[in-house]
């Protein structure tokens, strides 16, 4: 490895090659001998003097294994779907201009094209927008950045997106129309299986290419929108680090949030196009009647307005003000599991995993935006949503062969037009999805990220106990009964939590799931592992991390 002549070598340090200190140098790291203090019980005192060199020449090397682990295999090749071709008709477009079928303006998207492959911020500026006082777009200069902990963001592989003429998007696309539809059913009366919750399970298990979680390879009520990993199907829908009181301080946090009306957005062709070209668009909230979340309308609205990390915040310090004795709920690797005269605390303990979580939110942040911008740029759902009305209504057959015909003919489609007028993908909120593209998911990236940072500091087969769910009204909390209310543990309820942010995004009509889900949560998992491998050297503990994947391997760091 090359030193940077802006960086020189500092003197008295190992060579970058891993070798021994520097020639000339090793007398200044003899150490002196430790002092007492008296005679007669000669007990050592820690030396504060001649035991530098062997410090530094410690942490040179730490960094520099560190940088091995970032640099030292080749990047992978990152490969896209291959529908970057004009007219874009499947690439992220918002914001830009568009013509009368929501087509992107081709001399706007190649200057476009250019601000990515040189960026700057002169360079994205330069590209015309499509409303002067529209929707900026969300950092894309942060894919290029780089980091100095944990592996390089442009490191980490992401599969490509199904194409928009492939049954698995087909699947993906018609979730989220059924998620549209179910928006104000309540969690609680999923597993009754009203008409249009059966509808739904119904419908998605019709499509070929659905990858979703099922019961006896059919999506049944119960399976409905849940996550595939361990725990996912286990207890009510909604994880309990998302019900239960947060104890922050002297403060206590009751997680009932505020409302906005059941009104879908976005359903009107005139409107889409106005916010395909980035007009701004406002949803009212009503701050004054506050609930638990208890509708997929009630999630959407969690995960539009909170902070990427918050959710995996608030879960720790439930953990950690749980009064769950250490030994049961630190996870078997932590060397103050058991300890009487000592607690983990900067490391092991409380401030390393509350600082470690917005660690990795910043830069599984980065990972997505590398994806989403560099490598895949794909459309939103609600601008297929376009293309699907277009092919559908108002031009049939101008995109024939380009969306799948089990997406077409989904019971989902007629549905929602016979609700809404169109088949335009309604979207829970007025201003439609985020201004940047769609794969994978930044809220997923982060959620894999966090989730397993948590699962790092603490034991994932710890029960959780007296299982709650919101009350009718969603004002309170009663106990939950189901048959299965012993079985919810923190590891289940942590996986559970990162499916739950999953489906909110989704019930918010800005992402489809599964393969957003499968995909975008390991970027976030191998950020988190690549962190917590170079966080590992850096203590002075012989703790270890153990964790459970998402592909349910038991790894230890």
């Known amino acids: 490895m090359q030193h940077n002549v802006n960086s020189p070598r500092s003197p008295g340090l190992p060579d970058a090659s891993g070798g021994g200190p520097a020639v000339g140098v090793a007398e200044a790291g003899t150490a002196e001998p430790a002092p007492t203090n008296g005679a007669e019980g000669r007990v050592p005192v820690p030396s504060l003097d001649g035991r530098g060199f062997a410090r530094r020449a410690r942490g040179y090397r730490i960094r520099i294994e560190a940088a091995h682990r970032a640099y030292a295999e080749p990047f992978p090749r990152h490969r896209n779907n291959g529908e970057h071709e004009e007219p874009y008709l499947a690439s992220y477009s918002k914001g830009l201009p568009h013509d009368e079928y929501g087509e992107v303006d081709l001399d706007a998207y190649a200057l476009w094209n250019r601000a990515l492959a040189e960026p700057s911020v002169d360079a994205f500026e330069r590209v015309p927008r499509g409303l002067d006082d529209g929707r900026p777009q969300l950092n894309p200069l942060s894919a290029f950045g780089l980091d100095v902990e944990g592996p390089d963001t442009h490191g980490l592989l992401c599969p490509p997106a199904p194409r928009m003429d492939s049954p698995e998007f087909a699947a993906e696309l018609g979730e989220v129309y059924w998620m549209a539809l179910l928006r104000d059913v309540h969690f609680v009366d999923f597993d009754d299986a009203p008409a249009l919750v059966q509808a739904a399970a119904d419908g998605l298990s019709a499509f070929s290419g659905y990858a979703g979680p099922t019961q006896g390879g059919r999506v049944t009520p119960r399976a409905l929108f849940r996550g595939t990993s361990r725990g996912d199907l286990a207890g009510p829908f909604i994880s309990q680090f998302l019900l239960r009181d947060v104890h922050f301080g002297t403060h206590t946090i009751r997680q009932r949030q505020d409302t906005i009306e059941p009104v879908d957005y976005v359903t009107d062709f005139g409107e889409w196009l106005a916010v395909q070209r980035g007009a701004e668009r406002d949803t009212e909230r009503d701050y004054a009647h506050t609930r638990y979340i208890q509708t997929p309308r009630d999630l959407a609205h969690y995960v539009h307005y909170d902070q990427a990390y918050q959710a995996y915040l608030n879960a720790a310090l439930i953990l950690l003000t749980s009064g769950i004795p250490n030994a049961e709920l630190l996870d078997a690797g932590n060397p103050y599991r058991t300890t009487r005269g000592q607690m983990g605390f900067a490391t092991f303990g409380a401030p390393h995993i509350l600082t470690l979580l917005a660690e990795v939110d910043a830069r599984a942040l980065k ?191």
């Open 367 to 557: 990972a997505n935006l590398y994806q989403q911008y560099v490598v895949h740029r794909r459309a939103r759902p609600e601008a297929i949503g376009g293309r699907i009305e277009v092919q559908m209504r108002r031009d049939p057959g101008r995109y024939d062969g380009l969306i799948h015909p089990e997406l077409l003919e989904s019971d989902a489609l007629e549905r929602t037009r016979a609700k809404h007028g169109t088949y335009l993908l309604p979207q829970a909120l007025g201003m439609g999805s985020p201004m940047s593209p769609e794969y994978p998911a930044g809220h997923l990236v982060v959620a894999g990220a966090c989730t397993t940072m948590l699962k790092a500091f603490f034991n994932e087969d710890c029960p959780l106990p007296d299982p709650v769910v919101p009350d009718r009204a969603g004002t309170g909390l009663v106990p939950y009964t189901g048959s299965d209310a012993g079985r919810l543990t923190v590891g289940g309820e942590l996986n559970k939590l990162a499916a739950n942010i999953a489906a909110g995004r989704c019930m918010s009509g800005v992402h489809a799931r599964p393969g957003t889900y499968q995909h975008g949560i390991r970027v976030g998992e191998q950020v988190a592992i690549g962190i917590l491998r170079d966080q590992k050297p850096t203590t002075h503990e012989k703790g270890t991390f153990g964790l459970t994947t998402f592909d349910g391997e038991r790894i230890t760091i």
